[in-house]
Nanobody
Framework: QVQLVESGGGLVQPGGSLRLSCLAS????????VRWYRQAPRKQRELVAE???????NYADFVKGRFTISRDDAKHTMSLELAMLEPDDTAVYYC??????????????WGHGTQVTVSS
């Protein structure tokens, strides 16, 4: 079974930065597109950024050039660099990816999330 585990969340002041990481483990033969979502209290989960297998990155409009998504396929890790954080960025951030397992079945997977709190 493929598992995604996020890390790197925490409390940061407005204007600060954080680096979120996600490690994929299990019988993975190939990672597909990788995404980061977030869910703020009383709001729906929303897509923050996506990076394709070819390395093309796409971001939600609210990112405004502040975040950077990356991936390291050799290590099965994905990252999201957060900068110039604002209180509205407070949310649980989730890693999501498509993966093909050793058995050859492509499936979508979610991590359990990491809390990011932006507050003075």
């Amino acid at each position: 079974q493929v598992q995604l585990v996020e890390s790197g969340g925490g409390l940061v002041q407005p204007g600060g930065s954080l680096r979120l990481s996600c490690l994929a483990s299990g019988p993975i033969s190939m990672l597909g597109n990788v995404r980061w979502y977030r869910q703020a209290p009383r709001k729906q989960r929303e897509l923050v950024a996506e990076i394709t297998t070819g390395g093309r990155a796409n971001y939600a409009d609210f990112v405004k050039g502040r975040f950077t998504i990356s991936r390291d396929d050799a290590k099965h890790t994905m990252s999201l660099e957060l900068a110039m954080l604002e209180p509205d960025d407070t949310a649980v951030y989730y890693c999501n990816c498509d993966a093909v397992t050793v058995g050859g079945i492509p499936t979508n997977y979610w991590g359990h999330g990491t809390q990011v709190t932006v507050s003075s």
